[in-house]
């Protein structure tokens, strides 16, 4: 990757200047302004999808972290940043030999008896390689790219700019900058693979859970930029699609009582959740989990109010909720009940019946977003009496990925039956 700040720069410069050319000409009168719409944002799509790609770093997860969020963004602007959740182009292995030789000693190198030169995966940060160790052993190596830490800050200051200029999120400037700050936290720990070992090592002290597998690092080959960890095999989501309805509820169920293990015993959320950091497996219904460089750490005084926040709404008791919120951070000063109330009421109306189905909350239904979306735009006056909460932005982060990702599988789970494990419950109407 080009880790030049200069050309980085320029590059995402000169895709904004194309949005923004794009966006003048799709308000041209005349011809089919539905199709112009269209067009405009499969275009768009398609360039920052390509340029963020081959930018790798930080450009290209926060593309990745936008394409998670397909419920919210134009449906062929999501499209094409799907893509980017799919594998980079691998850098030459004669690079990926030299970063080895600069951060392993002869020591570390003796202990590796063979490398395989094509990437096993390739991805924003770095790459991986099979391996077998001198003693028979088969691994993976981690390398991060080189450079790749220095392009972070200088690209997630130009990519603030450029979709607060080109408003490819919904979201006002204040809130943008309050997730971009958390981005940019997020986005440094993945660039340090010392810190992704520190989160390893905590989901499997902290959040392990029958079902789950986590590699087990070989500590005394991991360093700055590189990882060593056993090789746990698994087959892609689009192969899991094709099991049965039983196995695929089975392994969204334990997707499920993952999450809230994480969020409500460990503190601790995996929130890095798109497809290929997953791998299935159908003979044991386990399920493979890759990648910890964005772990998010939850305060326990902010799981309570999460806690608080579902008991009182599954009572429908909105002055408890209203506190919660406020406490959270979440509302804008002074922001009154009696105003937000009719959204909290519709929301639960519109949530609390298929969430609380005896049968299981089908992941399936095509209905559900839409109905969010189409509520969300009934209180569109109510927007700035929202403030994003911190601390939840990569939780929320990991609820929305892994609901795509049990989507795409066409689940159905039992959700009480998942909280009712943490002390919680939803009630129907």
């Known amino acids: 990757m080009d880790s030049s700040p200069t050309r ?38 398609r360039d920052w999808a390509q340029t963020l790609g081959e930018m790798r770093g930080a450009a290209m997860k926060l593309g990745q972290l936008a394409s998670q969020y397909a419920d919210v963004l134009p449906p062929q602007l999501a499209e094409q940043l ?28 003796a202990q590796v008896a063979h490398i395989e030169p094509k990437a096993l995966a390739s991805a924003s940060i770095g790459q991986v390689h099979r391996a077998r160790l001198a003693d028979g052993r088969d691994v993976v190596v ?53 810190t992704e070992l520190v989160h390893l090592r ?6 392990a859970l029958p079902g789950i597998v986590y590699p087990e690092p070989l500590e005394s080959l991991c360093g700055p930029g590189v990882l060593v960890l056993s090789e746990e095999p698994g087959v892609s989501l689009e192969m899991a699609r094709t099991w049965s309805q039983q196995r695929r509820d089975a392994l969204a169920l334990t997707l499920c009582r993952w999450l809230a293990h994480q969020l409500f015993v460990a503190h601790a959320v995996h929130a890095d959740p798109h497809p290929g950091n997953f791998a299935f497996r159908e003979e044991t219904g386990e399920i493979v989990v890759y990648d910890f460089g964005c772990v998010k ?26 506190a919660a919120l406020d406490r959270l951070g979440g509302l804008a000063d002074k922001t009154p009940l009696k105003l937000i109330e ?17 049968d299981g909350f089908d992941f399936s ?50 959700l009480n039956a998942v909280l009712a494990e943490h002390g919680l419950t939803l009630r129907r109407p």
């Not at 893509?83 to 004669?94: T, Y």
């Not at 109905?371 to 990991?398: C, E, I, Q, S, Y």
């Open 297 to 322: 750490r939850v305060p326990p005084a902010v799981v309570a109010d999460v806690r608080e926040i579902i008991d009182a709404f599954s009572e429908r008791n909105w002055p408890r909720t209203h």
């Open 365 to 414: 239904d095509p209905a559900f977003i839409p109905a969010l979306r189409d509520n969300a735009r009934a209180h569109l006056g109510l927007t700035f009496k929202f403030k994003p909460v911190t601390d939840m932005v990569f939780v929320l982060r990991a609820v929305s990925g892994l609901y795509w990702l049990m989507r795409g599988l066409g689940a159905r789970v039992d």
């Open 8 to 45: 980085r720069t320029a590059r995402l410069l000169g895709v904004g200047a194309r949005t923004l050319g794009r966006s003048l000409l799709k308000r041209l009168p005349g011809g089919d302004a539905a199709q112009r719409k269209v067009d405009y944002w499969t275009d768009v799509g």
């Open 142 to 194: 981690k390398v991060r790219y080189p450079g790749v830490e220095r392009a972070v800050d200088a690209d997630l200051t130009q990519l603030r700019r450029l979709i607060g200029m080109s408003k490819l999120l919904p979201v006002d400037d204040s809130a943008m900058d309050k997730l971009m700050g958390e981005v940019r936290a997020r986005f440094r720990d993945e660039t340090d693979y010392g």
């Open 342 to 358: 009719p959204l909290y009421r519709d929301i639960e109306r519109l949530m609390t019946q298929p969430l609380a189905n005896p």
């Open 202 to 207: 905590l989901l499997r002290a902290d959040a």
């Open 82 to 109: 799907k893509k980017l959740q799919n594998a980079a182009e691998p850098i030459p292995f004669a690079k990926v030999e030299a970063a080895l030789a600069e951060r392993w000693s002869a020591e570390q190198r």
